[in-house]
């Protein structure tokens, strides 16, 4: 027992030891605009936080100067320059629109299109003459439909749907 | 029990390399009791396993410390459910959890199937336990978890502080046991490729099991994100940080396969892409494993770095190059049986509905790996974040949503345009409405219209089920509420499938809210001080310094007002494990009044007790795990057995071939 305790009480010390003079000088709280900027920065030495969330001093540090050089009258680009200035284009959270960058930005858009075109030629492969079908559901029926006609032909597709599956079930047991 | 543990698990590597030779000659001899033996070398394999699990179990119940994983891992002072959880707690165990749950899932499904698939069965076995030998070396030769220390510590040294939480209790082991149930159906995939029984026979045999581990993994997703709420407290839920993106990559293809999965079914088309997508889910299953427990790509999460990345990244090498390869040479076995007839139908919404996943699941890997491929070619290091998935993943979300409403309502084959255009009127005036009200009443054009596109497709969810339901009053003459009933039990996995879009529309709401109308202060006060925040007032009551078995604990309690009617109190914790005194963790303090959230995170304080404080008011998160809840009964009524049906069963075949050609 007695380390444990002795452990409780060292660890009381260190516990109290540790936030001490943090707070020495009373941090302002930020402007909204400092916020956000400060959202929009990477705190460099947490990993995947943003010096808005993040607890670590330098982070503290980046906050306050962010807020001092909008108070001395920087706009928004400039203190963003200033950071990449320092630390390097790693440490815009949004990495920017250009050079080497807007591969990141592309290539989904790329892909996308890519998975566009293969799905539009697999459509324009499958799309083949269909023989004319008297199915009811499928019907592309005329546009003068009486909406009687209508609301039972889809309760008759929710019927039919409901069989079919229990038929399908009933096949696969 | 480290005798006994690493003693199982190597006679469980043993069994499975037997099992994997008897399962390959027995089906290429064709003699059955070869096959039958292997059979019951999975049990054996599941058995063993499970003594080892249970064996490192007992090691941290009775805090054996000469074993290096529990001492490293536990103490004494920590909570039995926390020493429980340890277990998973670092990579060993994780892996030890991995194989448990593939190998006793792996016995299960194939004994369950062995009569149905005799054909499919050996090439199941073999596959899964190729799987099982990797994980067996790993855990008996690499990174055991049954290491012995030569002089045990008389205490251990305790959890990883940000495990300790509830939350950090059953989201790891959802998210792993989910993607070690993929396991199952990729095992199924290969030997549908390998035997070239492409029909609808492992198409049958698995959709539930991808359900399951769907179903787990969307479930271990949205505990992570309820942990990461109340413990990281930067006021939200999802980072975009790449463990959590890579744990997401499967669980998007996995969707886009339980989707088109229903084409192949009923119309014989997609088998390509359906195989595909499973060995896809399995593969980005195993690189998430591999990601979690490497630190490959650096994050909050990398505390669990380790040398076994080489080893993930060869294993990962050979089930991609060897599944697309067995893809390819089946091609030609994997024609449609039918061709698509119309893009206005059924079968055209769900093809855009795996575009848009795939394209999602495609953009979230590139922004996860592109730091990588930065730091490879441009020498920059760099991170991606938030506002990259923001802007691109969100307008797929949008289109998802909305097709989340059109695609329920579309026609299997061809949809009579007429008739799709009435039935979406109701759910698209309901949807224009909502919009319209947003707009006056949010001013945010963006989120409006998120809101109109959710509400449209609760609409259409709606319009289902009342019109389901009033069909079978018609047939039936059952009251409205015996006939929803009926409509879930006769149809559960349609019904049952429009509860979990309804889950998904839930919690759309809630992500917009809190995405697009979070405000956030930050105080400095001291005791009795007031602050502002919206319509909320936050007093600072004063500091508290608590002391628990493990840790020494300070509260800040604050009461919240909402235009000045106190409201209750909540207390915003930071914790100091022993051990681990400089990783303080954090609990917030998370009040819900009305559809907001009071989210007090206590940043710093001074002996004074003087704090500093921020405060978040985050609108419409608690409609998130509200969705979440669900979306557990959703998937629960997806696994709800169906009645047989009163008509008699010979009827069967010969129906469902007249209906499929009518």
């Given at each position: 027992m007695k380390p444990r305790i002795l452990g409780a009480l060292v660890m009381t010390c260190l516990v109290l030891l540790l936030?001490?003079?943090?707070?020495?000088?009373r941090e302002e709280p930020l402007s909204p605009q400092a916020l956000k900027i400060a959202n929009d920065?990477?705190?460099?030495?947490?990993?995947?936080?943003?010096v808005r969330d993040s607890n670590s001093q330098l982070a503290r540090d980046m906050r306050r100067t962010v807020q001092e050089r909008l108070d001395e009258g920087y706009t928004e680009e400039e203190v963003y320059d200033y950071f990449v200035d320092r630390y390097?284009?790693?440490?815009?959270?949004e990495p920017p629109?250009?050079?080497?960058f807007m591969t990141l930005w592309w290539a989904p858009v790329i892909g996308i299109a890519i998975g566009a075109l293969v799905l539009g030629t697999f459509i324009a492969q499958r799309?083949?003459?269909?023989?004319?079908?008297?199915e009811p559901s499928a019907g592309s029926a005329?546009?003068?439909?009486?909406p009687d006609d209508d609301l039972s032909e889809y309760e008759q597709k929710i019927l039919r749907d409901l069989d079919d599956d229990d038929s399908l079930r009933n096949g696969r047991q | 029990m480290a005798e006994l543990g690493s003693g199982v698990l190597i006679v469980a590597l043993l069994l499975s390399l037997y099992g994997f030779a008897v399962a390959l000659v027995g089906a290429h001899r064709n003699i059955p009791e070869l096959v039958e033996s292997s059979i019951r070398a999975t049990w054996g394999v599941a058995a063993l396993v499970v003594i080892a699990s249970g064996a490192l179990l007992y090691a941290f119940i009775t805090h054996d410390f000469s074993l290096d994983y529990v001492a490293g891992r536990s103490s004494t002072d920590m909570p039995m459910g926390y020493v429980l959880s340890a277990?998973?707690?670092?990579q060993e165990g994780s892996l030890l959890y991995w194989a448990t749950v593939s190998t006793v899932l792996a016995a299960i499904a194939i004994t369950m199937h062995r009569k149905r698939d005799r054909a499919l069965i050996p090439y199941v076995v073999m596959t899964s336990f190729a799987i099982n030998i990797f994980f067996l070396v790993m855990l008996t030769?690499?990174?055991?978890?049954?290491t012995v220390r030569a002089n045990v510590p008389a205490e251990g040294m305790g959890l990883n502080p940000l495990l300790r939480d509830p939350g950090m209790m059953i989201h790891p082991p959802l998210l792993l046991g989910g993607f070690a149930a993929f396991a199952v159906p990729f095992s199924f995939a290969i030997a549908a490729l390998v035997t070239g029984r492409l029909g609808e026979d492992w198409i049958r045999a698995i959709r539930h099991w991808a359900l399951i581990a769907w179903g787990v993994l969307g479930l271990g997703l949205l505990i992570g994100a309820w942990w990461a709420y109340h413990?990281?407290?930067?006021?939200?839920?999802?980072?975009?940080?790449p463990v959590e993106n890579v744990a997401l990559l499967p669980w998007l293809t996995a969707t886009a396969f339980i989707h088109s999965v229903i084409v192949q079914e009923r119309r014989g088309m997609l088998k390509i892409w359906n195989m595909s997508l499973i060995v896809a889910s399995f593969i980005l299953a195993i690189f998430a494993t591999f990601v979690v427990r490497s630190?490959?790509?650096?994050?909050?999460?990398?505390?669990?770095?380790?040398?076994?990345g080489p080893w993930f990244l060869g294993f990962l090498a050979i089930i991609t190059i060897g599944s697309v390869g067995l893809l390819i040479y089946r091609i030609p076995g994997?024609?449609?049986?039918?061709?698509?007839?119309?893009?206005?139908s059924r079968e055209g919404g769900f093809l855009f509905n795996n575009l848009l996943f795939t394209a999602m699941a495609f953009a979230t890997f590139w922004g996860t790996v592109f730091p990588i491929v930065s730091e490879l070619f441009r020498d920059t290091k760099l991170m991606v974040g938030p506002p990259f998935y923001d802007q691109v993943n969100g307008p797929i979300l949008l289109a998802l949503i909305i097709l989340m409403g059109i695609g329920p309502l579309l026609a299997w084959r061809q949809s009579s345009t007429s008739l799709l255009f009435k039935n979406l009127l109701w759910p698209g005036l309901a949807g224009v409405i909502a919009t319209i009200v947003s707009i006056v009443m949010l001013e945010h054009i963006l989120a409006s219209v998120a809101v109109g596109a959710t509400i449209f497709a609760v609409g259409t969810i709606v319009l289902e089920y009342v019109r389901g339901s009033r069909a079978r009053r018609r047939s039936t003459g059952e009251m409205y509420p015996v006939a929803i009933t009926m409509l879930f039990r006769k149809n559960s996995r349609r019904y049952g499938g429009y509860l979990v879009h309804l889950a998904v529309a839930i919690m759309a709401l809630g992500v917009i809210g809190s995405h697009f109308f979070q405000t956030e202060r930050q105080f400095v006060m001291e005791p009795g001080e007031t602050g502002e925040i919206g319509a909320y007032q936050v007093t600072f009551q004063g500091l508290e310094n608590r002391q628990t078995a493990d840790a020494n604990v300070i509260a800040a309690v604050v009461d919240v007002a909402r235009n000045g009617e106190h409201r209750g109190t909540v207390e915003a914790y930071r914790f100091f494990y022993r051990n681990f005194e400089d990783q303080p963790t954090a609990e917030m303090g998370v009040m819900t009044i009305g559809i907001d959230d009071v989210y007090v995170v206590l940043d710093r304080w001074e002996e004074s007790g003087t704090v500093g404080l921020r405060v978040f008011i985050n609108p419409m998160v608690s409609w998130i795990w509200i969705g979440g809840g669900v979306f557990v009964v959703g998937m629960l009524t997806l696994f709800w057995p169906n009645p047989k049906?009163?008509?008699?069963?010979?009827a069967g075949p010969a129906r469902k071939a007249v209906l499929r050609e009518a």
């Open positions: 936030p001490a003079g943090v707070l020495a000088e920065l990477n705190c460099p030495v947490c990993e995947g936080q943003s390097g284009v790693g440490i815009l959270r629109k250009s050079g080497f799309k083949k003459p269909v023989q004319a079908t008297t005329s546009d003068e439909h009486d | 277990f998973w707690g670092g030769m690499i990174t055991s978890p049954f413990v990281l407290g930067w006021g939200g839920y999802w980072g975009w940080d630190g490959v790509l650096s994050s909050v999460h990398s505390f669990a770095t380790s040398e076994i994997l024609q449609s049986d039918r061709q698509l007839e119309s893009v206005v049906p009163s008509r008699s069963r010979a």
